[in-house]
């Protein structure tokens, strides 16, 4: 029998709505297609698009699965020199976004870069064109390998050593070991791995602007852009949000179907000791994926940047109204992040029933869709809100109050909140989930109403994690690019708006102090995963 909601399922389903109604306006307009614009993106823009967006999942995906595994399985199951420290150093790239090593890389390895100019001079040949398909792969690998290694080492560090001590038995070599025993117990936690990379790969479209490879993110801000066309933006975000659904969907599947039972001791696999050759190999290549990834792009940039202030024409009252800017609306997007999350976990802890819960939890869909995607559904719900209100006060009160939401900061963070709060949701939800049954129970017996004990008891017990998922928003809004340049009010720059508009006119100089910021404030999440040593063992 049907029942109405109540107030805690009202609040619930008025979450999901305000995160929803972008995603679903967007689908929508895949539902209605307009003949002409697929007329005119169907025989030119569309097919190469799609061609290269699935090329570069499977070149990224298998790029990062590769170096991950690789790189985790090295550091984990051998001792070599200076194998303690690379086992936290090769988190560094995840500091950097991939635009940022994509436009560091482009200046130096571009045909007109310095690497490219000594090498002509000293041995009269031409390198292979960095603008280019594998190109945009090498550098997405290199940033994004770090979601692959530490899942990959997480799901090693699960496996126990009755599993390794029957696969010696059997007469497995190590190499043997990884591939027909610990890789496939360890398919969940590298499904998560993989679906967290190839997340990323469909929201990016600096990098493949920058390298000349389009794909459908690329392609909706070309056609907003180029074209001004909403429809059409809107309908090539919807096949993006496609996409993704269909990876979603594949993660879901291949976790969700994997069910391994360890029993058994647990001290893992013993670590064998690399010395000589094999040891400075090991070294060697660590190194080398920790400086083409975190070091070279660092230095560069610290180089430009230095180089920039010293110019007369260095402008630093720009720079710091650019870090205003990206600083405001990370703290309110954080703030209001923390805020539904906060209301979310309460409605859903408080019980209540299965609708309920769905409802919820389908509220924290907007991680998992390009940031393209949320951008032109966003503006497109805005835009049709401005105009239906001054459409009803012109025909009320015979006023018109222009656009309220639409190229304003408060839509920029609707449309963050609607891509972040799920970053929160989680981490508050996860801090609950580790609160025992028994204080509650003892709070209700002493007499405690619920608004006492969410007060007194669970709001300081969540309190780290609400600062932590916050801390992440903060800094997912600080280098965060599609969503901004879609929704930005004219005029309005941020950091990663102007590492993008100096990055594309080759104004490497001008782009480097607002990076290296992004970069630093990208070092935030990765220096408390470096504080937490075990979450990588």
């Excluded at 660092?298 to 940047?305: E, K, N, S, T």
């Excluded at 819960?357 to 509220?363: A, D, F, K, M, V």
Aim: proline residues 4%; glycine residues 8%.
């Amino acid at each position: 029998m049907y029942r109405p909601l109540d107030a805690a399922g009202a609040i619930s389903l008025f979450i999901f709505l305000l995160v929803a109604v972008p995603i679903f306006s967007v689908l929508a307009e895949v539902a209605t297609p307009s003949k002409e614009i697929w007329r005119s993106i169907g025989k030119t823009l569309l097919p190469d698009m799609i061609k290269n967006t699935l090329l570069l999942l499977a070149g990224v995906g298998i790029g990062t699965f590769l170096l991950g595994v690789s790189l985790a399985w090295l550091t984990f199951a051998y001792r070599f020199p200076g194998s303690r420290m690379f086992e936290i150093l090769l988190i560094l790239p995840l500091a950097v976004p991939t635009y940022v090593l994509g436009y560091v890389y482009m200046a130096t390895f571009d045909y007109a870069g310095p690497v490219h100019t000594t090498v002509r001079q000293l041995f009269g040949f031409t390198l292979p064109e960095i603008r280019s398909g594998w190109g945009a792969m090498t550098v997405m690998s290199l940033v994004l390998y770090p979601y692959v290694y530490i899942m990959a080492r997480a799901g090693f560090s699960q496996i126990s050593g009755t599993s390794i001590e029957v696969s010696k038995i059997i007469g497995y070599s190590r190499f043997e070991t990884l591939m027909k025993a610990i890789l496939p117990l360890s398919r969940p936690s590298l499904a998560v791995g993989i679906s967290l990379v190839m997340m990323e790969v469909l929201t990016d479209f600096a990098t493949v602007r920058f390298f000349n490879f389009p794909t459908l993110s690329e392609g909706i801000i070309r056609v907003w852009y180029g074209r001004m066309n909403l429809k059409a933006a809107m309908e090539l975000a919807g096949i993006l949000l496609l996409f993704a659904l269909v990876l979603v969907w594949l993660e879901y599947r291949l976790r969700g179907r994997a069910r391994y039972y360890q029993r058994g001791r647990t001290e893992g696999i013993n670590k064998e000791r690399l010395s000589g050759i094999k040891g400075a190999v090991a070294s060697v290549f660590c190194t080398t994926v920790i400086s083409l990834a975190f070091v070279l792009p660092v230095v560069q940039l610290i180089r430009w940047a230095v180089e920039e202030t010293s110019a007369p024409s260095t402008s630093f009252r720009m720079y710091m109204g650019l870090l205003f800017n990206s600083l405001t609306l990370s703290v309110t997007a954080a703030i209001a992040c923390a805020f539904l999350a906060l209301v979310l976990t309460g409605v859903l802890q408080s019980g209540g029933s299965k609708r309920l819960r769905s409802i919820g939890r389908l509220s924290t869909m907007g991680y998992s869709i390009p940031g393209a995607v949320i951008g032109v559904g966003t503006l497109g719900v805005l835009s049709s809100f401005d105009r239906n209100l001054n459409a009803f006060l012109d025909s009320t009160l015979g006023i018109t109050v222009g656009l309220i939401t639409t190229g304003t900061v408060i839509g920029l963070i609707y449309a963050y909140t609607v891509k972040f709060v799920t970053v929160t949701y989680n981490s508050v939800d996860s801090s609950l989930e580790r609160m025992t049954p028994n204080i509650i129970g003892s709070a209700r017996t002493l007499g405690a109403s619920r608004i006492r004990i969410l007060k007194d008891v669970q709001l300081p017990l969540i309190t780290p994690g609400v600062a932590a998922g916050a801390i992440l928003v903060f800094v997912d809004v600080m280098k965060e690019l599609p969503i901004t340049l879609i929704l930005r009010p004219f005029g309005y720059d941020t950091l990663s708006v102007w590492v993008w508009q100096m990055a594309a006119e080759s104004m490497w100089g001008g782009a480097a102090l607002p990076a290296l910021t992004i970069v630093l404030v990208g070092m935030l999440p990765v220096t408390y995963l470096m504080r937490r040593g075990g979450v990588l063992r």
